[in-house]
Every structure is written in structure tokens, then in C-alpha cells.
């Protein structure tokens, strides 16, 4: 079992920055691939950005590329989603996401077995 702590969320300007971080617990961190979810109201859980074991292997959403960037430091435990230039569309709550492998399809959700509790972003206009 992998428990999940996500914090960074809270309320941004348009085009300001935001980190998130993921906490991991319970087991390996580098046994896992993590990645991001988020889930605006009323609309489905989408991928953000997914990482591998060592963290030299990134996957990125159109939406989010360019302007977002997931990392790791697998000696902390921890996951990060660097959000930069952020738009009100971007507005949802983040998930960390984690999973083992082997890891073929990313942006699906069934790829990843321990979810955190989320943390809330909101970008105001």
C-alpha cells in the first residue's frame, strides 16, 4: 500500500506559478510511477502529466504543455507539478497518482492504483 498527501493547491492569479506536492508513504517511492489528475466541476477526472521510476521519462497533456512540468525526488518521497502561466481553465482539483508496472498507457487512470485525497487550484481571471 502507497499513501498519497498532495498539498500546494490554493487560490492563484492568471499567469502566476503554483507547486504542488505529492507525499508518498508506506512503501518504495522508485517502485512507482506517479503521476497528475485533475477534475474540474462536472467534467471528468483528465491526465495532467505522468512520470517514471527515475523520473527521465515525462508525459504531458496538450493542454498543459509547455507551461506545467512534473518531477520527483525519489530520496524525498515526493512528486512535484510545476505550474506556470496558469488560466482559469486550469482551475480543478489535483491529483497525485501512483502505480506499478508496467506502465503502457499513461493518460489512463486504470494505470495507477493509489490515489491521494486531492488538493484544490483555482485561478482567478
Known amino acids: 500500500q502507497v499513501q498519497l498527501v498532495e498539498s500546494g493547491g490554493g487560490l492563484v492569479q492568471a499567469g502566476g506559478s503554483r507547486r504542488l506536492s505529492c507525499v508518498a508513504s508506506g512503501r518504495t517511492f522508485s517502485d512507482y510511477v506517479t503521476a497528475w489528475f485533475r477534475q474540474a466541476p462536472r467534467k471528468e477526472r483528465e491526465f495532467v502529466a505522468g512520470?517514471?521510476?527515475?523520473?527521465?521519462?515525462?508525459y504531458y497533456a496538450d493542454s498543459v504543455k509547455g507551461r506545467f512540468t512534473i518531477s520527483r525526488d525519489n530520496a524525498k518521497n515526493t512528486g512535484y507539478l510545476q505550474m506556470n502561466n496558469l488560466k482559469p481553465e486550469d482551475t480543478a482539483v489535483y491529483y497525485c497518482?501512483?502505480?506499478?508496472?508496467?506502465?503502457?498507457?499513461?493518460?489512463?487512470?486504470?494505470?495507477?492504483?493509489?490515489w491521494g485525497q486531492g488538493t484544490q487550484v483555482t485561478v482567478s481571471s
Open positions: 512520470i517514471n521510476w527515475s523520473g527521465d521519462t515525462t
Open positions: 497518482a501512483a502505480g506499478g508496472p508496467p506502465w503502457n498507457r499513461p493518460a489512463t487512470i486504470d494505470e495507477y492504483d493509489y
